[in-house]
């Protein structure tokens, strides 16, 4: 499985770095680096592009040992075949996380992460699990693109399971909240974690895995496509900027993968802020004028909709 | 000790809103607010102005109960005569806080907060403490800007105390300091906590905090004077703007003020995240040149220095 997965990650990245920079016209700036603990990753940048503001995707593959509480804190998280009665533990991660930041207001931002993760006990028993999902994050609400964002990501998890698009998008709707905003950090999508990788059943959802990851760039790319073919106006980049403030926001206050590397020794800190906006704003007591489609976005922030 | 806190914090917040309104041109937004929990509040605000990009200046006159874990919190932060036996506690807490952040790159970031903190015993026992302190945050290093602004805390500090300036100074470099980035948010100030605020000793301690304030106008209105009549780059705009994106960092990573404000069910978000500049950049794996002035900047801020 991480050998498979490892491929996975990276191939996808290769897709993906591939469409979306033939779409902005700019190369993508490849890093490759080298974990000193152990791995390696390649973080795919572009930065002040034609389509794109900013857009981001990083893949890591990397393994070392996880400290005894690190082993504790994931048992307790309901991992409770990990054996806490020895010392470190030997582990393994490989994933892909993405966030595309476009330039024209009209085109939403959006958020990818497939990952999985494999701890090894002492008697040589493994144990893993995958997370992740993909979320939209628009500035003005077009309810046409959260219907075909939504339908089709609803359509590669019906392939699997009739459970899994309503449960995942609870999830999602869940996770993302600003709790100090009282708001969604956007419309949605997926979200999950900690499902269980051994066996059939973990063979099963790393089939999943790669029908969900597929179904990113035919979920996406025709809405940025669309979109950034729109005018706008200063007001409406405007309020996009403000719109990239409260992604700060989620992601430096709330996000739990963010804070937990922000907090680690030796994390790959530019990996890890590669996911804020190139640029944000932020104005005391800032409003939307009543009935104003910036109004119509906030209301569906605050109270989640079923979008198919 | 409430009344005059209160009292001295709306005073200094009156001389500081007057003198940055008459240098900038433009008038604040004064925004007075009631707490439904008890208490109330003014928040001046400035965006967009001439000489400040965005200056937010806060009192807050607050009271009500805390509920018992807090109060547990603080005892075992040191304020043993705190009585955790019953329920919750009375409370009084007022303070004032700034940031400004001025429209010039080669004009500081400047932050100060002066607060008081009262909790009643069953008994009626008053605990009482004061906290805060000032510091500057330069996008471009001026040494001669630093000793000044240095010198003119340390001698209100002198005043009462040859420990005072070098305690709180060492304070400042420890808390502002954005660990995932292994730099200080600035080249610091002073900072201090949980001083008692009873008796002799709090009388005298608040001298202190009024001589402190009183010295915020001469220690940045020079420095902000001088350096907004330079002309800037469209270079050195930019650095300004990453150097923004480190302060947004900080503030909402790293601060306690504001995490706990952010967690507090209630809480005025618009007052707490006054603070964050009206715009930010994040640019993936930026490094200032070598020998530049950026770099410069960078350095002391990796190594505090001694400015007097």
């Known amino acids: 499985m991480r050998d498979r997965m490892a491929y996975y990650v990276q191939d996808l990245q290769r897709r993906i770095v591939t469409k979306m920079s033939d779409m902005d016209g700019s190369a993508f700036l490849i890093d490759t680096w080298q974990r000193p603990e152990?791995?390696?990753?390649?973080?795919?940048?572009?930065?002040?592009?034609?389509?794109f503001e900013k857009a981001g995707v990083n893949v890591s593959v990397i393994h070392g040992h996880l400290p005894p509480q690190a082993v504790r804190q994931m048992r307790a998280r309901g991992h409770d075949r990990l054996d806490?009665?020895?010392?470190?533990?030997?582990?393994?991660?490989?994933?892909?996380?993405?966030?595309i930041h476009p330039r024209n207001p009209h085109a939403p931002t959006v958020h990818l992460n497939y990952r999985y993760f494999e701890v090894t006990n002492p008697n040589g028993e493994i144990v893993s699990w995958f997370g992740g999902g993909c979320d939209l994050t628009p500035a003005y609400l077009y309810e046409e693109d959260a219907v075909h964002f939504h339908n089709v990501i609803k359509d590669a998890c019906d392939k699997h399971s009739p459970t899994y698009y309503p449960e995942y998008k609870k999830w999602c709707d869940e996770?993302?909240?600003?709790?100090?905003?009282?708001?969604?950090?956007?419309?949605?999508?997926?979200?999950?974690?900690?499902?269980?990788?051994?066996?059939?059943?973990?063979?099963?959802f790393f089939d999943f895995i790669r029908d969900a990851g597929n179904a990113f760039l035919p979920s996406y790319?025709?809405?940025?496509?669309?979109?950034?073919?729109?005018?706008?106006?200063?007001?409406?980049?405007?309020?996009?900027?403000?719109?990239?403030?409260?992604y700060v926001e989620f992601n430096l206050v709330h996000d739990r993968g963010t804070k937990f590397g922000l907090m680690t020794p030796g994390a790959r800190i530019e990996s890890i802020l590669m996911s804020l906006p190139l640029t944000a704003r932020w104005e005391y007591g800032h409003l939307p004028?009543?009935?104003?489609?910036?109004?119509?976005?906030?209301?569906?922030?605050?109270?989640?909709?079923?979008?198919?």
Chains 1, 2 share one sequence.
């Open 221 to 246: 790319v025709p809405i940025v496509k669309k979109r950034s073919k729109q005018s706008y106006s200063q007001e409406e980049k405007h309020w996009q900027q403000l719109r990239r403030g409260r």
């Open 38 to 51: 152990g791995g390696f990753g390649t973080s795919c940048v572009l930065q002040d592009g034609n389509v």
């Open 84 to 99: 806490t009665r020895g010392g470190a533990l030997p582990f393994f991660a490989t994933g892909v996380s993405l966030v």
């Open 289 to 308: 004028l009543q009935g104003s489609p910036e109004a119509a976005l906030v209301r569906v922030l605050r109270e989640p909709q079923s979008w198919v």
């Open 175 to 204: 996770y993302f909240y600003n709790t100090h905003r009282g708001e969604r950090r956007g419309i949605g999508g997926i979200f999950f974690d900690d499902v269980p990788a051994q066996g059939k059943q973990g063979e099963a």
